[in-house]
């Protein structure tokens, strides 16, 4: 059972453009909600993360938008540019320093010139 | 700082034999997880531990075996390799006592292909 659900897969964007990435989830039990972004051949690292006490959160040219009805929530990379291209995951977990990740299945993100 | 830190960085393997991947991190972190990541299934959890001395089974522990002896080291070992095996593994480490991030610190994995 996937409990956390991304798309697209993959996704195609001109420079300057905005780029949309979108995840839903399944247990409501889920109360915090990070993106990791991932090089080629690098380990992700955190790229933002929200909880759901609030509907969005911006960092730089990262948004995260939170739907809790809906349990949904998404990506927003502003202006993107080429050094953005890599693969994003959503993730969802329990508010828990130890509780473990669930992630999505990852997008595949490319900026063009 | 190091961070989290992980030997070998390729391997080949037979069908059949063992070896043992090493992860090390250096932050203190009470929490340390390990990963595979095959192409379209995302990152999926092999096994975990919350602290020195403890292990718990993550999504897909079939194959695998873990230990904790040491706080900064989380060892994943394959006993009889199988070519389903062939995968990229990530190490990763969070929570230090006191802190208030659960943000998770990932190694930059290591390339298994077993033939």
């Known amino acids: 059972q996937q409990q956390v659900k991304q798309s697209p897969q993959s996704l195609i964007v001109q420079k300057g453009g905005i780029s949309i990435i979108n995840c839903a989830y399944e247990?409501?039990?889920?109360?915090?909600f990070p993106w990791y972004q991932q090089f080629p051949g690098k380990g992700p690292a955190l790229l933002i993360a929200?909880?759901?006490?609030?509907s969005e959160k911006k960092e730089g040219r990262f948004t995260i938008s939170f739907n809790k009805s809906a349990k949904q929530f998404s990506l927003h990379i502003m202006d993107s540019q080429p050094g953005d291209s890599a693969t994003y995951f959503c993730?969802?977990?329990?508010?828990?320093?130890?509780?473990?990740?669930?992630f999505g299945k990852g997008t595949m993100l490319l900026v063009s010139p | 700082n190091a961070g989290v830190t992980q030997t070998p960085k390729f391997r080949v393997l037979k069908t059949g034999q063992s070896m043992t991947l090493l992860c090390a991190q250096d932050?203190?972190?009470?929490?340390m997880y390990w990963y595979r990541q095959d192409p379209g299934m995302g990152l999926r959890l092999i096994h975990y531990?919350?602290?020195?001395?403890?292990?718990a089974k993550g999504e897909v522990p079939d194959g695998y075996n873990v230990s904790r002896l040491k706080k900064q080291n989380f060892l994943l070992g394959l006993e009889s390799a199988a070519p389903s095996q062939t995968s990229v593994y990530f190490c990763?480490?969070?929570?230090?006592?006191?802190?208030?991030?659960?943000?998770?610190?990932f190694g930059p994995g290591t390339r298994l292909t077993v033939t």
């Open positions: 929200i909880r759901p006490d609030v």
């Open positions: 990763a480490s969070s929570y230090s006592a006191g802190g208030t991030s659960y943000e998770q610190y």
């Open positions: 531990s919350v602290g020195e001395g403890t292990t």
């Open positions: 932050m203190n972190h009470e929490y």
């Open positions: 993730a969802a977990s329990l508010n828990s320093g130890y509780s473990t990740l669930t």
């Open positions: 247990n409501t039990a889920f109360d915090y």
